[in-house]
C-alpha cells in the first residue's frame, strides 16, 4: 500500500503466513480496512505448500509479497521484514499473525499512545478470542518465582484505561517504534517458537523503554496456526524448551531461583501427564527440557527422542518431587495440629495469670528510652513519640539519643527530664541489626540491674535467623503491628508485645501551597518516603504508574506530588538500598511524565505537616510496612488514603476508613539488604490502585467522608493518652514480674493487660 501524502507516522506492517490462505485473507482485508493514511504491508510466506502466496497475490494485488523458500521459524522471517522496514524509514513496525483480524482505528490507536509517551517503545492492542469474545488477553508479567507468565486481569476497570503497563506483549499483534530496533535489535532467532516476543519485551525494558497495551485497541486472535505438524512439539517441546533458554539468559538478573523452581513445576507437570497415559507429550516436554539445559536451539527436525537415562532419570527424579511434596503436607499438617494444641494448654494457663495481676501496680520510679531521638527518621520519630505519650501518661521518662549527629533541630527533641539513675526500666527504641553496636556504644552496665525492652520495627513475613542472638540482653520484645508481631513470636524466646506507636504529627506551619510550588487549583495525590529505606519495598514507582493510568499525563486537575527524604545520603549506597545507578534522576523524569512534582528536601516536623495538609489524598503502594507512620499521619489529619492492602497498616486500615488495594504475594529472588531472597511481600495491583485514584478524584465528597472517619479511628488509639497508659501499665507489669521465671513466648494482651 502506497503511502500518503500527509505527515503520519510510517507504520510497516509484516504479516507472516504459512498454510494459511483461509486466515491470512480477512487479516489483510482488517488491515486495509483501517484506513491508515502511511500504511505500507509486507506479507512474508513462510514456505507454504497450500497455495497461499497465490490467494494473496491475487486478493491484494497492491501489497507486497515475499515468499520464502522454507519455515526457518517466526523471529527469522520477521527479522527480514524488520530490516526492510529500518532501511525504508519506517518509523513504527507492526507485526501481525495471519489469523488475526483488526477492529476501526486500531493502529491509529496505538500509534498515538506511542507518540504519546517517549518512554513507550513498545505498545500492543487487547487480544479478542476470535471464538469467544469474551475472552480478552491484555499482555502479562513474568512471575519470576516460577518462570511463568501471568495475564493481566481483563476487568472492567483495566479495560476503561487508556493504558495498561505489562512485561510483554504478544507477538501475534505488536507495535515497536523504529528507534527500539536499532537500539535493542532484532528478534532473538535462536527460540525458532516461542518466547522472542518476551525476550524482545524485555531487552527493551533493559534498555529503558515501557511496554504497555491500549485496551481501546482490538485485535481478534484466532490461533489456529501451527508452527509444526506434530502437536506434541508445538504444544509441549518448544514452549519448554524455550522456557529453559529463556530462563538460563536471565539467569545473571538474579533470576535463578526461577529457573530453580520452574524444573520443579516440569517435574510435577510430567507426573501428571505419565498419569493420564499421555506418554509421547511427557517425552516431549522430557526433550524440550533436556534440549534447553544443552543449549539447543532452531527447529527442532522430527520427533524429539530425549535418551532413555534421561526419561528415567527425570521419571526417577518426578516421582521424589512428589514424595517431597507429600511429605512437606504431612509436616504442615503435623505442625498445625501441635499449635492448636499447645494454645489449647497455653489457654488456662494465661487465664489464671491474668486473674492473679493486681489491680494496682506499683509506680514505676522511673524509665530511660534509648534510640536515635535525633535522626529524621521513622525510627526517631517513634521513639521521641514513645517519650512523649510515657510523659503524657505521668510517668517519669528520661532518655538517651544514639544519634551523634542529630538531624532534627534541637527544639524538636523532648525537653531533658534530668538524671536517669532512678530508672528501673530502659526501653531500647531500636531494630535488631542495632542491638550489637548500641550493646557496644553504651556498655553492658547500662543493661545491668533493669529490665530491658526492645521496640523493633520489621517489615517482612520471616524474621531472620542471623538476627536471634539479638533477643539475649531483652526481657521482651515491643512491635508496633500485630503483622510484625505474627513474625518476631515465631521464633522469639521471650514474649513480644503488640504496642501501639503514638501518632501525633507537628501541627502544620503557617504555609500555603505555594511554598511547595503546589497550584492552588489542583486536586493533589501525594506519597513521602524516605531514600535511606530499601526502595523496593517503599515502591515509588507503582503510584506513578497508578497515576499515569488513572489519568495519563494532565495539566489541570490532579497532580501528584512525591516527596523524598535523606536522598544526599544515599551516594555509594546503591545497591545495598536496592537504587539503580541515577535513581533520582530517573525517578525525576518517569514523574515528568505524568507531569509530576519532586520535592528532594529535608523539611522540619512542622513544615512536612503543613505538606501533609495540602495534599487531598496520601497514597503509598509499599510491598510491606512494620506498621506505616505516614499513612497514619495522614489519616490523622483527614486525608483520604489509598495503600497496599498488606502488612502493619492494617492494624489501623479498614475498608470504612480507607482505600486498600489488591495486591499478590511475590518471593524475593535476590537480596535487599536485610530482606533475604525466598521471603516474600506484595506486589500491589497497579490496575486496581488507579481505579482507586480515579474514585477519590471523581467523588470527593465520598473521600471526604471516609477521611473523616479515619482522623476519628487514629485520634482516639493512636493518641498520646491511650499510647501512654498502655505503655505505662505494660512497663509496670514488667517490674512487678521481676524476679518470677514463668514466660510465655507469645503475650496474647495485644498491649494492653
Not at 529535608?602 to 489524598?617: E, I, V
Request: with cysteine; hydrophobic share 45%.
Amino acid at each position: 500500500m502506497t503511502p500518503g501524502t500527509n505527515h503520519a507516522p510510517l507504520v510497516y506492517a509484516i504479516i507472516l503466513t504459512w498454510n494459511s490462505g483461509d486466515d491470512a485473507l480477512p487479516c489483510l482485508s482488517s488491515l486495509v480496512a483501517q484506513g491508515y493514511p502511511r500504511l505500507h504491508v509486507l506479507v512474508i510466506d513462510n514456505g507454504s505448500a497450500d497455495g497461499t502466496p497465490q490467494r494473496v497475490a491475487a486478493g491484494f494485488p497492491g501489497l507486497e509479497l515475499l515468499c520464502l523458500e522454507r519455515n526457518d521459524g517466526f523471529a527469522a522471517a520477521n527479522n527480514i521484514g524488520i530490516r526492510r522496514a529500518l532501511a525504508a524509514g519506517a518509523d513504527y513496525v507492526l507485526l501481525l499473525n495471519d489469523d488475526t483480524k483488526l477492529e476501526p482505528n486500531a493502529i491509529a490507536l496505538l500509534t498515538a499512545a506511542a507518540a504519546a509517551d517517549p518512554h513507550l517503545g513498545i505498545v500492543g492492542p487487547a487480544i479478542v478470542s476470535w471464538q469467544n469474545p469474551e475472552i480478552i488477553y491484555l499482555g502479562g508479567r513474568i512471575d519470576w518465582r516460577t518462570g511463568d507468565g501471568l495475564e493481566v486481569p481483563a476487568t472492567p476497570e483495566t479495560l476503561a484505561q487508556p493504558r495498561v503497563d505489562v512485561e510483554y506483549v504478544p507477538g501475534c499483534a505488536l507495535l515497536i517504534k523504529a528507534a527500539v530496533i536499532r537500539q535493542i535489535g532484532l528478534l532473538e532467532e535462536s527460540y525458532f517458537a516461542y518466547y522472542e516476543d518476551v525476550d524482545w519485551c524485555l531487552r527493551s525494558a533493559r534498555a529503558g523503554f515501557q511496554c504497555a497495551v491500549v485496551p481501546a485497541a482490538r485485535v481478534h486472535h484466532q490461533n489456529t496456526i501451527d508452527v509444526h505438524r506434530h502437536e506434541n512439539l508445538r504444544s509441549m517441546y518448544y514452549p519448554r524448551r524455550n522456557q529453559v533458554l529463556f530462563l538460563r539468559r536471565y539467569l545473571a538478573t538474579g533470576h535463578w531461583r526461577a529457573f530453580r523452581t520452574s524444573l520443579a513445576r516440569r517435574l510435577n507437570e510430567y507426573g501428571g501427564l505419565m498419569d493420564r497415559g499421555a506418554t509421547g507429550r511427557a517425552h516431549s516436554l522430557v526433550a524440550g527440557i533436556w534440549d534447553g539445559l544443552r543449549g539447543v536451539t532452531g527447529e527442532q527436525p522430527g520427533e524429539p527422542g530425549p535418551p532413555p537415562l534421561v526419561i528415567r532419570l527425570f521419571g526417577l527424579a518426578a516421582r521424589l518431587q512428589k514424595a517431597r511434596l507429600r511429605l512437606r503436607d504431612f509436616i504442615k499438617q503435623r505442625r498445625r495440629g501441635a499449635r492448636q494444641r499447645v494454645r489449647r494448654i497455653l489457654r488456662p494457663a494465661e487465664a489464671s495469670l491474668a486473674r492473679s495481676l493486681p489491680q494496682q501496680l506499683p509506680p514505676l520510679s522511673g524509665v530511660t528510652v534509648i534510640g536515635y531521638l535525633g535522626a529524621a527518621s521513622g525510627m526517631g520519630e517513634a521513639a521521641r513519640g514513645t517519650v512523649h505519650a510515657l510523659r503524657t501518661a505521668g510517668q517519669p521518662t528520661h532518655y538517651m539519643d544514639l544519634d551523634t549527629s542529630p538531624k532534627i533541630g534541637p527544639a524538636e527533641l523532648p525537653p531533658h527530664a534530668g538524671l536517669e539513675a532512678a530508672s528501673m526500666v530502659n526501653l531500647f527504641h531500636i531494630n535488631a541489626v542495632n542491638v550489637l553496636p548500641v550493646y557496644r556504644q553504651v556498655g553492658a552496665r547500662k543493661f545491668a540491674g533493669r529490665r530491658n525492652v526492645g521496640f523493633w520495627y520489621w517489615e517482612m513475613p520471616t524474621f531472620p535467623a542471623r538476627w536471634y542472638g539479638a533477643f539475649a540482653p531483652f526481657d521482651e520484645i515491643w512491635v508496633a503491628s500485630r503483622y510484625t508481631q505474627a513474625a518476631i513470636a515465631a521464633v522469639s524466646p521471650i514474649p513480644v508485645v503488640h504496642m501501639r506507636p503514638l501518632v501525633q504529627p507537628n501541627a502544620p506551619a503557617a504555609l500555603g501551597r505555594g511554598a511547595f510550588g503546589i497550584p492552588d487549583d489542583r486536586f493533589v495525590f501525594l506519597f513521602s518516603f524516605d531514600a535511606l529505606s530499601i526502595l523496593p519495598r517503599k515502591n515509588p514507582q507503582a503510584v506513578i504508574q497508578a497515576f499515569r493510568r488513572a489519568f495519563g499525563a494532565p495539566a489541570s486537575g490532579p497532580q501528584l506530588v512525591i516527596k523524598v527524604n535523606n536522598s544526599d545520603l544515599v551516594a555509594g549506597r546503591d545497591e545495598q538500598l536496592g537504587l539503580a545507578p541515577g535513581y533520582m534522576a530517573h525517578l525525576a523524569s518517569e514523574l515528568a511524565t505524568v507531569n509530576g512534582l519532586l520535592l528532594d528536601h529535608r523539611y522540619d516536623r512542622a513544615t512536612t505537616s503543613a505538606l501533609m495538609a495540602a495534599c487531598d489524598c496520601y497514597v503509598s503502594l509499599h510491598r510491606c510496612e512494620g506498621f506505616g507512620l505516614t499513612l497514619a499521619e495522614a489519616m490523622y489529619f483527614g486525608k483520604p488514603c489509598i495503600a497496599t492492602a498488606y502488612s502493619g497498616n492494617l492494624d489501623f486500615m479498614t475498608p470504612a476508613n480507607s482505600y486498600l488495594a489488591g495486591y499478590r504475594l511475590i518471593e524475593l529472588t535476590r537480596n535487599w539488604g536485610p530482606y533475604e531472597a525466598g521471603d516474600h511481600w506484595a506486589d500491589p495491583d497497579i490496575e486496581h490502585a488507579a481505579a482507586l485514584m480515579h474514585e477519590v478524584y471523581a467523588q470527593p465528597d465520598a473521600a471526604a467522608r471516609r477521611g473523616a472517619i479515619a482522623a476519628a479511628d487514629i485520634r482516639r488509639e493512636y493518641s498520646a493518652a491511650a499510647v501512654g497508659q498502655a505503655m505505662q501499665r505494660r512497663l509496670q507489669l514488667l517490674a512487678w514480674q521481676r524476679g518470677r521465671t514463668l514466660r510465655f513466648r507469645v503475650w496474647r494482651a495485644g498491649g494492653a493487660v
